[in-house]
C-alpha cells in the first residue's frame, strides 16, 4: 500500500492513461480526484473503484477549472499529497495546416492548465510536502512534423517541470514528469484505424517499432508512475524520465 492516506488528483483520469494512473493510485491505498471532461466515462470509473475515487468534472479551457478541482479534492478528502496532470489534447498538425486557434487551445489544455493546475495546488502540497507528476511525451524532444503543436506543448512542460522543481525544492514540493513513448490506449487503437491501418494493427508491429513484441499498456505506465507519487521517489525532483522501448540516440534496429 504505498500511498496508504495519501490524496491524489488525477486531470484527464476518466480514461487512457489518467484512468490507469487513478486505478493504480486506489489500489496501492490512496483516495484520488479523478478529473475529466466525459462525465459518464467518470461516473464508470468512479462506480468501479468505490469510496476512495470521487469525479470533477471541469474543462480546462475554462481558466477557474484549476481552482474548482483544488478546492473539490479538499472538500471532499480534506487535502491534496499529489497532483498527476494527464489531461492533454492530440492533433495532427504541421507548419502548413496548424490553425491558430487550434494551436492556443492544444497550449491552454496541455500546458497552461498543468501550470495553473500546480499553482492552484500549492498551498496544500505545501502543508503535505508532497508531488506533482507532469505526464508529457517523448514528442518533446522534437516531436514527428506532424506533431507540431503537441510536441511544442511537451516540450514546454519539461522546462516546467525542471523550473519548478528548482525553485520549489526547500518547500519539500518535488515536481517530476514521466515522457510516455508509445502507448496502446483506446483513442491510439481508433485513431490508426481511422488513418488507415487495418484492426488488429498493434499486434503486426515489427521491432524495430516495438523491440519487446507488444506495445506499452497504459497499465504499465501507471505501474512507473506510483513510484514518483510516493514518498519512495523522495527526495528526488526536477527530473524528466523517458518511458519507452528504445532509445533516442545511439539505437540500433535489428536488421532483417
Not at 501550470?115 to 496544500?124: H, K, R, S, T, V
Request: charge should be neutral; proline fraction near 4%; aromatic fraction near 6%.
Amino acid at each position: 500500500m504505498r500511498l496508504r492516506d495519501k490524496v491524489v488528483i488525477v486531470t484527464g483520469g476518466t480514461s487512457g492513461i489518467g484512468a490507469a494512473i487513478a486505478s493504480a493510485a486506489v489500489r496501492e491505498g490512496g483516495k484520488v480526484l479523478i478529473h475529466g471532461i466525459v462525465e459518464s466515462e467518470g461516473k464508470e470509473l468512479v462506480s468501479k473503484l468505490g469510496n476512495n475515487a470521487a469525479l470533477c468534472i471541469a474543462d480546462l479551457m475554462d481558466p477557474s477549472a484549476p481552482k474548482q478541482i483544488a478546492a473539490e479534492c479538499v472538500r471532499v478528502f480534506g487535502k491534496i499529497d499529489a497532483l498527476v496532470n494527464c489531461a492533454a489534447i492530440f492533433d495532427r498538425s504541421n507548419i502548413e495546416n496548424l490553425k491558430y486557434e487550434d494551436y492556443l487551445r492544444m497550449m491552454q489544455i496541455n500546458l497552461n492548465a498543468a501550470l495553473f493546475n500546480i499553482q492552484a495546488c500549492m498551498a496544500e502540497l505545501k502543508k503535505s510536502k508532497g508531488a506533482v507528476l507532469n505526464i508529457g511525451s517523448v514528442n518533446a524532444h522534437a516531436g514527428e512534423a506532424n506533431l507540431l503543436a503537441y510536441s511544442m506543448s511537451k516540450g514546454a512542460m519539461v522546462t516546467m517541470t525542471r523550473n519548478l522543481g528548482n525553485a520549489l525544492g526547500t518547500s519539500g514540493v518535488r515536481v517530476n514528469q514521466i515522457n510516455p513513448g508509445w502507448v496502446l490506449t483506446e483513442r491510439e487503437r481508433k485513431m490508426k484505424v481511422e488513418e488507415g491501418m487495418p484492426e488488429g494493427w498493434w499486434e503486426k508491429l515489427s521491432p524495430t517499432d516495438i523491440p519487446s513484441g507488444a506495445m506499452t499498456t497504459p497499465e504499465q505506465l501507471a505501474e512507473g508512475c506510483i513510484y514518483w507519487i510516493s514518498d519512495e521517489s523522495r527526495p528526488f525532483t526536477a527530473t524528466v524520465l523517458d518511458l519507452e522501448q528504445f532509445t533516442f540516440i545511439g539505437r540500433n534496429p535489428e536488421k532483417s
